[in-house]
Antibody, heavy 124, light 107 residues
Framework: EVQLVESGGGLVQPGRPLRLSCTAS????????MNWFRQAPGKGLEWVGI??????????EYAASVKGRFIISRDDSKSIAYLQMNSLNTEDTAMYYC???????????????WGQGTMVTVSS | DIQMTQSPSSLSASVGDRVTITCRAS??????LNWYQQRPGKAPKLLIY???TLQSGVPSRFSGSGSGTDFTLTISSLLTEDFAAYYC?????????FGQGTKVEIK
């Protein structure tokens, strides 16, 4: 079964870091670009960032709201994508979803597999 | 960033009703438009990509149309499991952006 499972969420104080993991199974992880999205409670969906496959340089892009604070990385040998979140603030409180790019080698065009999400709450 | 506007924000409908949701982009996005369904407490699910292509496994009562700036999602005959939130998303120009969502509720 093709699956993504996020972990690492929880309660964190403002200014502190947190690292999320996304473990993939059922597909050739290294062939796909992986993305992170988030959804604040009761709000809409926001793209956080992407890490492309090694075939496309493993490059990353980020939303303006997290650029310079968040870092996406991947370990293809373990089929895991990571989201390192630094300098967290209350506006980062959200459910964080890991997703697979369905098609679009460099610019992602659709996202077909979503994890169940992991909740991050930033509060003192 | 490209702004996506959905209408209505919510609607009440009955099982068996035909429902149409519209999505408008702030500039032309050709057909780089996706639709997602999100049930309460669940992750979004890709329904339609490329404005009109049904994702594998999605029932044929769902359909999408449009190009340029104006798009529609139609559910031909609502079932109980279709009561959910629906989001459009453009992927024409990074970053991918979503509409604010349409909540389909039971009348």
């Amino acid at each position: 079964e093709v699956q993504l499972v996020e972990s690492g969420g929880g309660l964190v104080q403002p200014g502190r870091p947190l690292r999320l993991s996304c473990t993939a199974s059922g597909f050739s992880f290294g062939d796909y670009a992986m993305n992170w999205f988030r959804q604040a409670p009761g709000k809409g969906l926001e793209w956080v960032g992407i890490i492309r496959s090694k075939a496309y340089g493993g490059t990353t892009e980020y939303a303006a709201s997290v650029k310079g604070r968040f870092i996406i990385s991947r370990d293809d040998s373990k089929s895991i994508a990571y989201l390192q979140m630094n300098s967290l603030n209350t506006e980062d409180t959200a459910m964080y979803y890991c997703t697979r790019t369905y098609y679009g080698d460099y610019v992602p065009r659709a996202f077909d597999i979503w994890g169940q999400g992991t909740m991050v709450t930033v509060s003192s | 960033d490209i702004q996506m506007t959905q209408s209505p924000s919510s609607l009440s409908a009955s099982v068996g009703d035909r429902v149409t949701i519209t999505c408008r982009a702030s500039q032309s996005i050709t057909t780089y438009l996706n639709w997602y369904q999100q049930r309460p407490g669940k992750a979004p699910k890709l329904l339609i990509y490329g404005a009109s292509t049904l994702q594998s496994g999605v029932p044929s009562r769902f359909s999408g149309s449009g190009s340029g700036t104006d798009f529609t999602l139609t559910i031909s005959s609502l079932l109980t499991e279709d009561f959910a939130a629906y989001y459009c998303q453009q992927t024409y120009s990074p970053p991918p952006t979503f509409g604010q969502g349409t909540k389909v509720e039971i009348k």
